[in-house]
């Protein structure tokens, strides 16, 4: 299992420069990816483009950038040019965001997401394949496109599925998933057979499985949980996370957090990864002086 970060998951408001920095010390930490959420700061496809062109190790990745407000064609042109930064190393992480996001904010129809995504897919798979698209669906049309873009070739792709059909999807069309606020039971129960099983039935190869949590090395489990619960508030009332957090028979987000000593931390990590989970990201939070470099420090040493 490959382990990493998510960029941005402190209280700080990084500058880009800040964010080139943190890529490279995790870099040179020898993690092997760094991810970014794509919410109401940096373009993150862009700031990953430089992160990649600073760096030479590292993975990066979108968790995630959603799909809604960029036509498949445009956000799969920016990913190419963000893999060719990065000399191959970029994932395209895509989501369908939520609807108090796209349909409120953002004045776009939520109705029917999960045709949404298929169609996305439908286009956005094909170019990053280096294919020519022929689509005609209900959201979109593209015919006769395809682009060119030199060392961007095999850039993986994976969706926010959480739900059954979002997870066939992941599977049949994708490269796999990536998940927020999923705790272990769920995941080992879920989300890992729902996405392998749609990924065989399709004859595709075994997918990847991101599962994103908030993590913490403390001696004080409680405290860090009480924090970590009250700054991700949101997410406990996100009907998407919400499903996932019952599921779990989580009361919220601080009940899934990973928050303890070396050898519990080291012991659910290992669990993720007997289950399957192919990718690791972890959201560092200072909840007490010195949290995120000794979290950071115990990653590094896995």
Partial sequence: MKIGIIAGTDSTTPT???LVALAQKVEAKGLDNIWMANIFSFDAISALSVMGYETSKIGLGTAVTPSYPRHPTAIAQQALTANAAAGGRFILGVGLSHKIVIEDMLGFSYDKPARHMREYLSVLMPLVRGETVNFNGEQYRVNGVTFDVPGSENMPVV???LGP???KLAGEMADGTTTWMVGPKTMESH??????KAASDAGRPDPKIVCGLPIVLTSDPDGARQKIGEALTIYGQLPSYRAMLDKEGAAG?????IAGDEAHLRAEISRLADMGVTHFSAALSDVEEGATDRTLDLLASL
């Fill in 191 to 196: 989300i890992a057979p729902s996405v392998r």
């Fill in 16 to 18: 880009l420069k800040d």
């Fill in 253 to 257: 987000p601080a009940d899934v957090a």
């Fill in 165 to 167: 059909v979002m997870l």
């Fill in 159 to 161: 969706i926010a599925g």
